[in-house]
């Protein structure tokens, strides 16, 4: 059998597990007045007494488990500590033991700099990088210390016979502000100083890897259209650090995907599971399972080249996620909604959806 030369990544956006969910698990952080909202719900869902470290992931594991790695970030802290981030208005946190559903799912790699995981201080931070440790799971964007906050997740792919492929994984968040006097936080922002530390960062790695991606909590809520700024760093990561992919999350909802000189970027992955209300207009409860193809550039050696893109629209509801059906006027939005965000980048959009329902952007 000839080795594998095409790999599945999955990437998705914020898988939040803290609060109510927490709630739902067996082992949960008690919190009297969340107990009493998730009392209510299950008086009238009783199916949700039953709900267990598969349940957050609804009909989506299959996905999960046939990648070769799931990429997400984790919009929470993982910790008991009591003491939350002052004049916060949210302060999100799941008990360490539900690490056990990101197992289910077989997560690969969890983004830790996002504007959740010092919800409840740095003691807190610190807590939930020892769950992730502790987990097996690889993490950026937060550590111990400011080295392992900066420097990358190294993943394993692996080809057939005894080819290995190496894929390094930065993280960084643009918000909130606060925490860039964090020092084991990867606080970044737009200007020249944050470019040149990025440029070193990213470049100074005497083992280059076969599949470089940042990982990036970037922007405001509910914003179709990712800011100058944004994307001109973007552009930044793919001409001066070599990026290949860009995984975006951060604005509660889908944004568009734009193919850069044959790298990608996804601004903006949208919530996969939650506990919010859900935005009439912006439909936060509508995501996806970003599925991206890589595979052995023909004059390149042993580097990865993106080769295509796969886009299976997912909702959220009762603090489950699942797959659309194509002919699901929920999925009909999702496909509207991506395809006129993307095309706006010159992303083209396969007019036919795959067997499977997923949306397909054409990577040249």
Not at 19 to 36: G, N, S, V, W, Y
Not at 236 to 246: G, M, R, S
Not at 313 to 328: C, N
Not at 335 to 357: H, N, V
């Amino acid at each position: 059998m000839p080795p594998q030369t095409r790999f599945h990544l999955n990437f998705v956006g914020d898988v939040m597990l803290g609060r109510l969910i927490d709630q739902l698990l067996p082992t949960h952080i008690h919190c009297p007045e969340e107990a009493r909202h998730i009392d209510n719900f299950v008086s009238c869902h009783p199916e949700l007494r039953e709900y267990g470290s598969k349940s957050p992931w609804g009909n989506t594991l299959p996905i999960f488990r046939s990648a070769d790695l799931n990429l997400i970030n984790l919009e929470t802290s993982a910790t008991t500590h009591p003491k939350p981030w002052p004049n916060k208005v949210f302060n999100y946190r799941m008990h360490p033991a539900n690490i056990e559903c990101l197992k289910e799912a077989r997560i690969s790699y969890v983004s830790l700099a996002n504007n959740h995981t010092l919800d409840f201080s740095e003691a807190g931070l610190l807590e939930t990088v020892r769950t992730i440790k502790g987990s097996g799971i690889a993490f950026a964007g937060a550590g111990e210390t400011r080295d392992e906050a900066y420097r990358p997740a190294v993943l394993s792919i692996q080809g057939g016979s005894d080819e290995k492929f190496t894929a390094h994984v930065y993280s960084a968040s643009d918000h909130p502000s606060d925490w860039s006097k964090v020092p084991n936080f990867h606080f970044i922002d737009y200007s020249s100083s944050t470019r040149s530390h990025l440029r070193s960062l990213l470049k100074s790695s005497t083992a280059q890897p076969n599949l470089k991606v940042f990982s990036v909590h970037w922007g405001p809520n509910h914003s179709w259209v990712p800011s100058d700024d944004i994307r001109s760093l973007a552009h930044f990561l793919v001409d001066e650090c070599e990026v290949d992919i860009v995984h975006g999350h951060s604005s509660h909802h889908i944004q568009g995907a734009e193919v850069y000189k044959g790298r990608l970027i996804i601004y903006g992955c949208g919530d996969f599971v939650d506990d919010y209300a859900v935005d009439a207009e912006f439909r936060n409860d509508l995501s996806a399972v970003w599925r991206v193809a890589v595979e052995k550039a023909r004059d390149n050696g042993k580097k990865l080249r993106v080769s295509r893109l796969e886009v299976f629209p997912s909702r959220i509801k009762h603090f489950q996620t699942h797959l659309l059906d194509k002919d699901d006027r929920d999925h009909k939005w999702v496909r509207s909604r991506f395809s006129e965000l993307s095309k706006a980048f010159g992303t083209k959009i396969q007019d036919e959806s795959g067997e499977d329902g997923q949306i397909v952007a054409e990577v040249p």
